[in-house]
């Protein structure tokens, strides 16, 4: 199979793998219609408060449990208390993540480091994630043929559902290739990935281990490639990068290390930009003037990938390990806390954002926090953005009169505390 095959089969994996009603039962968690409104009054009342957002929430707590270690939670709901505890990565620790068994069942990787060891692992591969690498490489070598080809399997068509047959497709493509495995076998590996890690809790020891051999195998062949003949693709950055961690003499990553870090890049990936593509569609679409404007305008494309992020995040709440006490807008938090930072209500903080639950790409642009921020903000945000902007563009050229499809059920958003979305984009092309 070619990868334009692959990218393109109709193969029942890909219904099966972006649903996101399906992917949050699967990884444990309660499937909700859009939780924002409830969490926007919550945020409304006071900047920080003491319990975990499950609870605030009056959700059933033990269903989001991600962790294994019970610890006292405090939720950060405003701008400032979430960009402080991203930023102050010593203090509001990632080593949380390590107290996840999803995560650490992918191997010590980057997102539960912290300080020097972080930035020198992170170092390796940074360069080939900022911008002006994505545009001359990941662009034309990745993303835009993929758009392309998605694209023109459309023409002709009289309707179609986005979800699947665009924004689904197109991540696990680009990053798998970006790494360095082919596109034939992007879907594999992401359906072998998930099942080994994040998606494990349902399945047998067997069949996680059966799917953990497949993926590793996979990577095992192409750290062997690269290292005997390297490429410009982030693999060849890894097998040729020099590790230096203060105080130890400079080494290259082992196959290890190489190993982890590929499954949280390609599980980072591939769920998000995914999600937000659909979340960017829906409301382009759902207020038609916008839709028009990018039309006429495309330079407002860009803002409007960046306001959804701001808007809806599609990831809205993520969490850290409080290491000393400490105190955060007026409430004391004790060491050996965990606290939930709400990025969905930060990003819609009224003392930064006129009107903040309004989706308005022509507001003045300021940072978010739907990328996160500080030492551990996205590694591969350049590489989403760039993927959803040249999505949105080729549909706007191609399809100029795309509406929602009013035959079709409107779009609904679902999804748990760690993930929401769409699962269905239903167009139509009005040729
Ligand atoms: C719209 C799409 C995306 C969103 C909304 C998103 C969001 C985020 C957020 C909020 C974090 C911070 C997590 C934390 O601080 O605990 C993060 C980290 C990360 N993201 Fe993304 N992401 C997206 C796409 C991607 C893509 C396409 C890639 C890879 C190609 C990627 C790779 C990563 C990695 C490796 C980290 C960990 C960075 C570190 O720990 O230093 N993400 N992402």
């Known amino acids: 199979m070619t990868a334009r095959h692959a990218l393109l089969a109709d193969d029942p994996r890909y219904a099966e793998m972006f649903d996101v009603a399906r992917e949050t039962l699967a990884a444990g968690g309660e499937v909700y219609e859009d939780l924002t409104p409830r969490m926007v009054a919550l945020a409304r009342q006071a900047p920080v408060m003491e319990g975990s957002i499950a609870e605030l929430l009056g959700l059933p707590a033990e269903r989001h449990q991600i962790f294994e270690v019970q610890r006292p939670h405090y ?7 979430c960009d402080r505890a991203l930023r102050e990565n010593e203090v509001f620790s990632s080593a949380v993540y390590r107290e996840s068994p999803g995560v650490r069942r992918m191997g010590e990787n980057i997102l539960s480091m912290t300080g020097a060891r972080h930035r020198a692992y992170r170092g390796i591969v940074q360069p080939k994630f900022i911008r002006p690498v994505v545009a001359s490489l990941w662009r034309p070598r990745w993303i835009q043929g993929a758009v392309d080809a998605l694209l023109d399997n ?11 047959e665009l924004c689904a497709r197109l991540p696990v493509h680009v990053v798998s290739e970006g790494i360095g495995i ?11 990935l998930l099942r080994a890690t994040v998606l494990a809790r349902n399945l047998s020891p067997e069949e996680i281990g059966r799917s953990f051999a ?21 693999m060849s950055a890894l097998v040729t990068g020099s590790l230096e961690l203060p105080g130890e ?8 290390e190489i190993v982890a870090f590929c499954l949280l890049v390609m599980t980072a990936g591939g ?67 965990r606290v ?9 903080d009224p003392s930064r954002w006129d009107h903040p639950d309004v989706y308005d790409p022509f507001r003045p642009r300021q940072s978010h926090l739907g990328f996160g921020m500080g030492p551990h903000r996205c590694l591969g945000m350049e590489v989403a953005k760039m993927e959803m902007v040249l999505a949105i563009n080729g549909l706007l050229e191609r399809f100029p009169h795309m509406t929602l499809d009013p035959d079709a059920p409107p779009p609904r958003l679902l999804g748990g505390l760690h993930q929401r979305g769409y699962s269905a984009v239903p167009v139509r092309f009005n040729a």
Do not use: K
């Open 75 to 81: 939720t950060l709901w405003s701008f400032a208390a």
């Open 154 to 164: 459309l023409h002709g068509r009289e309707r179609a559902d986005l979800n699947l």
């Open 182 to 192: 082919g596109g034939e076998r992007a879907l594999d590996f992401r359906y072998h």
């Open 214 to 234: 497949v993926v590793r195998t996979m990577l095992q062949e192409l750290i062997d490639a690269r290292r005997a003949e390297p490429t410009d693709d982030v």
């Open 249 to 256: 003499d400079a080494r290259p990553l082992t196959d290890e």
């Open 271 to 337: 769920g998000t930009t995914w999600r937000q593509l659909g979340i960017t569609l829906v409301a382009l679409l759902s207020d038609y003037r916008l839709w028009e404007a990018c039309r006429e305008d495309r330079s407002l494309v860009e803002a409007a990938v960046e306001e959804s992020a701001r808007w809806m995040p599609t990831d809205p709440t993520f969490p850290r390990l409080v290491m000393e006490d400490v105190e955060v807008e007026g409430m004391r938090i004790p060491a050996g806390c």
């Open 340 to 348: 939930d930072m709400c990025l969905a209500t930060a990003n819609r």
